[in-house]
């Protein structure tokens, strides 16, 4: 299916036509009212989306009505998004299942619209983060202390169309959309399950906390729940990405005394610093396994190591870079599904531990909040993830900066204005 511009279809049931004001006339995200809500309660919203019609082809703003939330659902109105790169890995499809047409994004915040029947913990106007995985509260992952990996709502990059019916909530001309992680926040509005909806602070600013939705969660949560660095240790962080950067991050919070960046690219160690990071290595700068750099810059390895690059051999040097008696290591990166970990069974037996981490073992709806707190306090500086802007219209530039590296987290103005100094 070719990228082109739909005009709107005439339709026999009623429909809601989304207003898209320019910054100019509507210079700042207002919440809708009580009553602004209640008109659209149970209708379609015709609204403003930007579709992936191809892999790999720029993104196409057009005109998508969005169903009424069904059972167990709700219908946000998404404020701010931001790009991540499982973003970019699923619009070029290299190496995934191709499902298009599709509304990709799943970092972002917004404001429930409406709910459907049986939701009783949210309510139109409520502020949220919707969440790439979910927490259904009822199953034995959710019931578990040490478990954030719902059954019901776990994620699932293949599947497009929402868990209640198994059909999509998006549609032009009658045609579905493909919905993306359950989330699909490229879109004015999208419908999400009632367990990925987090509620937060409404005081938090909007701009700023859509990007702890996925990412920079998933590195924080790595440290902070996973690798618990003491107070003094050293910690090794492997790729210097945004997760990496969260992860380090996470370390500083913990007050480690020594945080060493690994990374390929030179060029991230400047950056690297006003995250924590204290030294940094290049692996191609040696002629020796970086494992061994690193034991002997620490004297045997490092307290703690955090892998988030998913390439298999970071994930090896992570692991035995760690210090025996105690070290331990965490993948955060998703490797390859034909990778295969190989290492001397010897760096278990003297007692190192390899850790997995997913989503920073954040268990969505009761933890999230207290991240977004953590920021309100001034505990978890957001803002320096935050390196551009642009607007709905825009959001094609997005993809740009990533793909470039020239960006950690972009955000994309859907129905506010950022409120950046560089907005201004």
């Known amino acids: 299916m070719s990228a082109r511009r739909l005009h709107p279809a005439s339709h026999a049931i009623a429909t809601i036509f989304c207003c898209y004001l320019s910054d100019d006339v509507c210079p700042r995200f207002i919440s809708p009212s009580p009553e602004v809500m209640a008109s659209t309660t149970g209708l379609v ?3 403003r989306a930007a579709v992936a019609w191809e892999a790999g082809k720029p993104l196409v703003i057009e005109n998508v009505d969005v169903a009424p939330p069904q059972a167990m659902e709700v219908r946000l109105k998404i404020a701010f998004a931001s790009l991540c790169h499982t973003d970019v890995i699923f619009w070029e499809a290299k190496g995934q299942t191709p499902l298009f047409p599709r509304i990709l994004g799943h970092e972002a915040s917004g404001i429930v619209e409406s709910v459907g029947e049986g939701v009783r913990d949210l309510q139109p ?6 969440v790439f995985t979910g927490e259904c509260g009822d199953c034995v992952h959710c019931k578990s ?6 059954q019901l709502l776990r994620i699932n990059t293949d599947r497009g169309v929402m868990i209640n019916d198994g059909k999509s909530r998006f549609s032009i001309d009658g045609n579905p959309i493909y919905h993306f992680l359950g989330t699909s926040t490229f879109s004015e509005y999208t419908v999400v399950h009632s ?3 987090v509620k937060i602070n409404p005081s938090a600013p909007l701009d700023k906390v859509c990007i702890l939705s996925c990412g920079i969660s998933t590195g924080l949560g790595s440290t902070l729940n996973v690798a618990k660095p003491k107070k003094g240790s050293s910690v090794a962080v492997f790729g210097l990405g945004a997760v990496g950067l969260a992860a380090a991050e996470g370390a500083r919070i913990s007050g480690a005394s020594r945080i060493i960046g690994v990374d390929l690219n030179s060029d991230r160690f400047n950056p690297a610093k006003k995250f924590g990071v204290t030294e940094f290595v290049n692996p191609k700068d040696y002629d020796k396994p970086i494992q061994q750099v690193i034991a002997e810059m620490t004297e045997g390895g490092v307290d703690r190591s955090i892998e988030c690059t998913g390439h298999i051999d970071a994930m090896i040097s992570a692991f035995e870079c760690a210090h025996d008696g105690w070290g331990v290591a965490v993948l955060v990166g998703v490797p390859s599904k034909d990778s295969v970990f190989m290492t001397n069974p010897l760096n278990f037996l003297n007692e190192r531990t390899l850790k997995g981490s997913f989503f920073g073992n954040y268990k969505p709806r009761t933890d ?4 977004v707190d953590m920021y309100m306090n001034k505990v978890l500086e957001v803002d320096k993830f935050i390196t551009h802007q642009v607007s709905f219209d825009e959001i094609n530039k997005a993809f740009e900066y ?4 020239e960006s950690l987290r972009c ?7 950022c409120q950046l100094p560089s907005c201004a």
């Open 411 to 417: 955000i994309i103005k859907i129905n506010g204005t």
């Open 145 to 150: 202390e040490e478990s954030n990996m719902c």
């Open 402 to 405: 990533m793909e470039k590296g």
């Open 368 to 371: 999230l909040p207290t991240i």
């Open 195 to 197: 367990g990925c909806a």
């Open 125 to 130: 106007g409520d502020h949220v983060l919707p």
């Open 45 to 47: 919203i015709r609204c």
